[in-house]
């Protein structure tokens, strides 16, 4: 998170690069936390090898013609580093009193956004734009959209890169993957060229129990996005149970505590949730668990790291995770 102070921020995605991850991403949620943009320049400057960008960013709180000049010129400050996740937004929305964008409003920015930032030009509010300082010659950057319901991956499947699942559930990821890659296909898209970029906590420890409490709040923080699916969908619908059961015991939700642990929303997430939204346990545990990931088609894990002992979670990944995965991302 870009939590204050923002040396902090800088110092862990320096350790990350040292131990050979090769994304560092941040959030972006302006009242949560520091504004992030300013904090991804000044990462740019202290990384030389990872990619960097929003896991994830969205069009509402950022006009999008302004995020995509704001991403062509971190390319530029990068070498060509960027990556945009971006999403109909949560938090930085509703913590200001909005909705997370329309879901036809967000399909149109995302289209905009792809092109403009990357150097093409566009239509946009009957007028046609283009970057033309954007440097092409770095590459493209590519643009995952993160959702779960069928709709917003739709959009994924017709317009994004690759799909951001925040949960390492194998079973609901398979079904995210298959829903957003049909909308791919019906769009006359290679289903097979959207990437899965999944994202979740992961602590490195023999102490299980210790592992889930300092997660529950991760679960707590996806069951927004559920809630949203059934206010939409109800509770028979084609969505697989294995996501929108585990709500019904969720009782409230309070953003001051958003993505942090111990935060007392996420009480009612049972270990059994913990241990399939998640990547905790031993090396050999998290090691088999990112293995049954890759099974199922997953190209790039993600570890949220908002656990306690960050430092060390990056040096045991480091030590005795990453070496298995050493032909991968990280």
């Keep these: 998170m870009p939590d204050p ?11 990350a690069e040292r131990n050979g991850f090769s994304t560092g991403w941040t959030y972006d949620s302006h009242v949560l936390w520091q504004e ?14 990872m990619k960097l960008g929003h896991f994830v960013t969205n069009p509402g709180t950022r006009e999008p013609t302004v995020l995509a000049s704001t991403y062509a010129t971190l390319h530029d400050i990068s070498g060509g580093r960027m990556v945009m996740g971006i ?17 036809a409003e967000f399909e149109e920015a995302c289209k905009m956004i792809k092109q403009l930032m990357n150097g093409h030009g566009v239509a946009w509010n009957g007028k046609g734009l283009e970057l033309a300082w954007a440097r092409k010659d770095y590459g ?13 991956l739709g959009v994924a499947g017709r317009v ?6 925040q949960l390492a559930d194998p079973v609901i990821i398979e079904w995210i993957m298959s829903t957003a890659r049909k909308a791919a296909e019906d769009s006359g898209r290679d289903p097979d060229a959207l990437k ?12 299980l129990t210790a592992c889930r409490d ?21 509770w028979d619908s084609d969505i697989p149970s294995e996501l929108t059961d585990f709500v019904k015991a969720r009782k409230f939700y309070d953003y001051k505590d958003h993505s942090r642990v111990g935060a007392a929303h996420g009480e009612f997430v049972t270990d059994e949730i913990c241990d399939r939204f998640c990547v905790i346990g031993s090396a050999a545990q998290c090691v088999e668990k990112l293995r049954a990931l890759e099974d199922v088609g997953v190209d790039e894990f993600n570890v949220y790291l908002m656990t306690s002992a960050q430092e060390e979670t990056l040096d045991l990944y480091g030590r005795h995770v990453l070496p298995h995965f050493a032909a991968a991302s990280a």
């Design 214 to 234: 300092e997660v529950r709040w991760f679960p707590a923080m996806v069951s927004n996005h559920v809630m949203d699916l059934i206010d939409r969908y109800g």
């Design 5 to 15: 102070p923002y040396t902090r921020f800088l110092d862990l995605l320096e350790l």
């Design 36 to 49: 992030s943009i300013p904090l991804l320049a000044l990462a740019a400057d202290r990384t030389s090898t």
């Design 160 to 165: 994004s890169d690759g799909v951001i699942i």
């Design 87 to 103: 999403g109909r937004g949560d938090s930085a929305r509703r913590v200001i009193g909005l909705q997370p964008v329309k879901v």
């Design 196 to 207: 899965c970029i999944v994202g979740a906590p992961s602590k490195v420890s023999d102490d």
């Design 140 to 152: 493209e950057i590519p643009l995952y959209v993160a959702g779960y319901g069928p709709k917003a």
